[in-house]
């Protein structure tokens, strides 16, 4: 007899935004208020509240994500944004970055779980990757924004772009890295509210696009 569920039913807005992916994301939830809650990824207060607050709130994140790009998750922790990222989007190839052992191993369980083959689980610190080779970088509660920017933005390509999750407070965190944008080059900024589907609150977004990598020596 099968267990009886640890997470909230998804709500109605949950199958028009995962599709075709919405059994691995029920399946992802159950990670979350199980393994994620006992091992310390997650707050238990989080279970009533996992799809609105950190699955669809992730899953926002594609919409300012181009095709086909390379993502990296920086400070995956549980693995938001960047799994809830990579079951909307299968043209993705996400790799998820953690330098925590015990969520590195959370991270790699839930991939194998969910079937994401084209998700790859890095634990290091992002210091560490090859610099100025990614198309996208992704960071939801990492840190603010003037000292996100020191790591995230050497990782870009030249005109790939960082996508950093911050509510409401992003004007205030632009306001406070506007001198940090400037010195490392950045080409533009701006906030937006990401929309999804199905009636659902936008996620509050900053998005900077790098520029060359003259000021980054």
């Known amino acids: 007899m099968a267990a009886d569920p640890l997470a909230p039913p998804a709500p109605p807005a949950a199958a028009e935004v995962f599709g075709e992916s919405l ?5 992802y939830a159950e990670l979350l208020a199980g393994p994620g809650v006992q091992r310390g990824l ?8 996992l799809w609105e607050r950190h699955l669809l709130n992730s899953a926002a ?3 300012a994500v181009p095709d086909s790009a390379t993502v990296l998750d920086v400070g995956s922790g549980a693995g938001l944004p960047g799994i809830p990222l990579a079951l909307v989007r299968a043209d993705l190839t996400v790799t998820l970055v953690e330098p925590l052992q015990r969520r590195t191993a959370f ?3 839930a991939c194998e779980r969910l079937g994401l083959d084209s998700v ?4 290091c610190r992002a210091e560490e990757l090859a610099q100025r080779s990614t198309d996208v970088v992704v ?3 990492v840190a603010p924004l003037a000292r996100l920017l020191g790591v995230t933005l050497p990782l870009l390509r030249p005109g790939g772009r960082l996508v950093a999750l911050k509510g409401r407070s992003a004007e205030d965190e632009v306001s406070a890295a506007a001198n940090v944008l400037k010195a490392m080059n950045a080409r533009s900024w701006d906030v937006r509210d990401l929309v999804l589907p199905g009636g ?3 996620t509050r977004a900053v998005v900077v696009v790098a520029g060359d990598a003259r000021r980054h020596q």
């Open 200 to 202: 659902l609150d936008a």
């Open 120 to 123: 790859t689980v890095r634990r």
């Open 139 to 141: 960071a939801r509660a």
């Open 107 to 109: 991270l790699v369980e």
């Open 42 to 49: 997650i707050g238990p207060r989080e279970v009533d509240r």
């Open 23 to 27: 059994d691995a994301a029920r399946d």
């Open 61 to 63: 994140v594609s919409v």
